[in-house]
């Protein structure tokens, strides 16, 4: 079984990261803004969508680029003209405002680009195997989204701690009133952070689109596990974003990867039940069948046992 | 109180408001007259995350009719077919929904097709419905639904299938798998559901009677519409070294796991149901050819009679960005008619019992059976390949399409009737 | 006392509303969307315990309804199977009982906390219930759901269940009594604190209350409301299916409750039926409603933060000072070119998405392809649009001196 491991380990590395990207931008609006953007997946579909209409003209590497920065802008116009006017009224119409713009995102896109899955490729420059192991290839394009995730996380990182901006926004986390009082201004900040957010959930709609197909049901399946992972690593924190990320990544795939279920664990406790047992279904439970929802189960444990998150500090 | 009371005239207003609406929209439909249009039901999802399947179904269900019978005078001495959309969502609940729409409009013959849950769903409401209102019967035309269930424990009187059933549709998969001798490991995986497992449970029994020397080195299960990636279920495809994969998945889910496989590397068969049209055929394109095998019983390329070719043609003509995804519309939409003509009339009884036992022949010339004791139907079933040579009528504008390799005769097709049906004493 | 007879007054009215309507409309859909519109009340209304009341946001309440419904579906069929034989008049009765258990259980741990971590946890319950709903088919049925059979307990007044008006009345029976008890609950102590502990914790900590027992008592009676929904929903469309727990169906009622009005006890019914009669009424002629669904939904969290039930309310003063009447005017300068907008709008949106060359819209038939077609509608949506934008600040100034204190006095002076 060694191949599997491998395997298993790169491949939840490499869901692990992208959904760190995603992630890492949800983390830091709600440090700085307290709101949790339900529609911050949705972006990450816009983000697949406007780079396969733009890869149509004008190839994929245009897309990589262009994409992302369109939806930042939009994020910035929602934050700008959506958010700061619902804010007024509270974290839960804020809530409730993300939760609309999810839905109103899904349908106007397929309002747009239609319901059918659309052909997204991959560029030919990475149409290759990077390595073959045990008769398996990854491809270079795999290789090539772990690359760019890693280097949105230690680019992400230098910024925050680092640059100027950085601490500005670090300050602005923690004491919003004592940095609008400094003279900058914190609106402006607010705003420039959702659209760098946003555009960074753009990113990681750009280059997972190819591989995880674009359809528009792509946000639901991702919408609320990278809410999970920010809940999970703490609210508002960064590094805890990132081993959320890592962990889920890393537990779905594993438990895909293992062939075990209840019937190893009755068998090794020796226990017997017959087919027609009224609870049948719970005693041939395999964990790749329940692989999906282990986030949640994890999630509610965390919130019972750790309100705070794996790394978060304050509680909400 | 004059806050209760400002709320009871608020009430009162938005209630005349609304009472207003609700009498502009009800209008019970006046019992159908000579001259009057045949209404019939098309339900499936047309609007939601599955409305692409139905709203293709749509298209080719209205066109079927404006081609085949609108344009030549209609039919009992005149009367159009006017097809009324109901959208299910594909949601059981929203079906519950329609199927009262429909019986308050007056529509006493339903089309459905997509998904089994909701086919079993409208087929107890239909049933109970009939049972409950004598003389308002309705009739359900079930297009697609392929559990064996609906023509096996929960067959009624009142539903036929068009579509050879899950059971059946494997049978053929699986004689044309048993005669490649290459294969010799194979991976079962699919949606955890009631279709996924029927597949898995049958090819598994199948492929053992008809080649014991096939080792099934997986049976795998993943929730439906889940998944983000696939990779990795193809990593333990992969390291199972099976030879070929059998899934019943359908929509992104049949993409993603398709694009996984092509993406590792493996370059195995992939025999399945629904892995064309709908962006399906496109999306997979180079990376499918002579990879993807599905089975199906329409006849694909090479298409068989001038008049199937220039239904395409003129299908194609009308509807530019589409595709006749279910031929088996303008079947079942042939045979019902067939049926009004032989009873004169549009009475659900009288047609039920038309279609029992009807033989028919279709625009690609091929003679399908409704057996009456199940009201299931037996039609030639064909195994095709994804490819790019020899296709005349290609999916998705892709240049891609269907070509027929392995074809089976109605005659063979038959399995045994498990039905024990209630019918209805008039 | 003169407030008791109004207050009773608009109670009786609303029975005799609920009694009157199927003899109004008497068509098979009419008694369907009343039957529909009776489910959604009641859940409505539950979610505006948790929500309005008590100021927990929860994304996992089908869970409550669902479940309730189950086990009404079950006990229909135990009495098809006779196991057991009573009137199902008392099937919500065990669908509350189950909501109410399980909001017992769950509320025991999610309720510690209000706020996001309330939420949060209530998201990931729902998607567990939701998928264990999919593993778990012996009792849940799979995605073909579990099917019962109303008609086989007793005859209830002569009614024997087989068509929809005797649901309707049953229903109705059900709704009435939710109503009156989830009012009253409002009025007791604990909804009263429930408010408190919404809007300040510590505080009503302070008053010796414990912020997460009003909590809990808030849950599970919301719970069991939910559930009642949910068994009248196994009674009246006599099966139940996974998505009936999933986070569709609670985020549907999210929706109904915040559209409607939240901290409006009448709110949540409003949302109800607007909801019930767009999923009905508007889904018959486009296939675009969940789209302008969307639409609405956004643009009422952005413009009408406290629902229509808030809209109107909004209009109390002016009315108690007697200046309503000056409003109307300016509603209409701004309201018809606001029709014309979104008509023009939805004219668009309806021809870039038509199938058919040629589109019936309100009588009109407009050629998809014509440019003429086009550019009228482009011009009528601008127009619409300038107008309304002006006539806004006439209808802002009108607004402030219908609820200026000088109003007041000037009709006293009248007088």
Redesign the interface.
Known sequence: ?P??LV??TL??L??GLLLFMLASGLTVIFSMMGV?NFAHASFYMLGAYFAYSISLYFGYWTGLILAPLIVGVLGALVERY?LR??HQ?G???E???T???A??I???V??FW????????TPDLLDF?LF?L??????A??GFMLAISIGIFIGLYQVLTRSRVGLIIQAAISHPHMVANLGHNVPLIFTAVFGVGTALAGLAGVIAGP???T????A???G??V??IV?IGG?GSLPGAFLASLLIGLL??YA??A?VGMPDLLALLGLEFPRSH?????WT??L??????LP??L??LV??FR?TGLMGKR?? | MVHSFFLARACSRLLSIFLIVLASSFSIQARAQDSEPVRIGFMDPLSG????IG?SGLTVLQFAADYLFNSRGGILGGRMIEIVPLDNMQSPTETQIQFRRAVSEGLRIIFQGNSSAVANALNTAVTRHNRRNPGQEILQLNYSAVDPILTEENCSFWHFRFDAHAVMKLNVLTDFIAGNEDIQRMYIIGQ?YSFGHVVAETSERLLREKRPDIEIVGN????I?????F??????I??SNADAVITGNF??DM??LA??II????DIPIYTFYAAY???T??L?TDGKNRIRLVHNDSANPIPTGERKQFYRDFKAAHPDRDVTQPRLAMALSMLVQAMEQTGGTDPYELALALEDMRFTTLSGEEVWMRGSDHQIFQDLHVSVQTDEGIEFDA?N?GFGLLTEYKVPAAETIVENRCEMKRPQR | MKALAAKSGVWAGYLAVLLLLPLIFDSILAISIFNQMAIAIVFALSYNML?GQG?M?SFGHAVYFGLGGFLAVHALLMMENEAVYFSIAFIPLIGGLTGLLAGVFIGS?ST??A???F???S???G??VA??SL????FFGGEAGVSGDRTFGPPLFGMDFFSDVDVYYLAAFWVFVSTVFMYLFTRTPAGRMANAVRDNPERAEFIGYSARWVRFISFCASGMFAGVAGGLFALNYEFLTDENLN?VTS?RV??MA?IGGLGFFIGPIIGAIILTLMNFLLSNYTE?W??Y???M??LT??FL?RGFAGFIMMHRLAWLRGSLHTLALPYLLTGLPALLFVLCAVCL?ELS?AAEPVLHFLGLSLARDSVTVWAGLLLLATLGWYLTRKSVPGLRRAWEAANAPDADAAREQAT
């Open positions: 079984m191949e599997v395997f298993a491949n939840g490499v869901t949790l959506g006017r619902v009224h974290h839960v119409a809530l409730v405002f939760f609309g713009l839905f109103l899904e349908e106007a397929q309002f239609g319901q059918d899955t659309k052909n997204y490729q195997p073959t045990f008769g398996q290839e990854f491809s394009y795999r591989v995880l197909t359809f528009p049901g792509m639901l399946v991702l609320s596990i809410f999970v809940v609210l779905q795939s895909i990867a062939n009224p609870l049948d279904d719970l439970l395999n790749s069948q329940i692989a999906p929802i949640f189960l999630l509610v919130l019972i309100p509680e909400q | 995350p599955f409305a692409s709203t955890d795998e299960f993943h929730p519409g889940q998944v983000k990636d990779t990795p279920y193809v990593t333990k992969v390291a929509g992104a993409v993603s694009r996984s993406d590792s590397g493996l709908d962006g399906i496109a999306t394109g998705d892709s | 929500l100021g946001l741990f510690r906390k706020g996001t971590v939420a949060m946890i998201l990931g319950i998607e567990l998928a264990s593993i778990f088919t012996g986070l985020g999210l929706l915040y675009l969940l789209l669904l969307g639409i939904f956004v969290v952005l933060p949106l998405h």
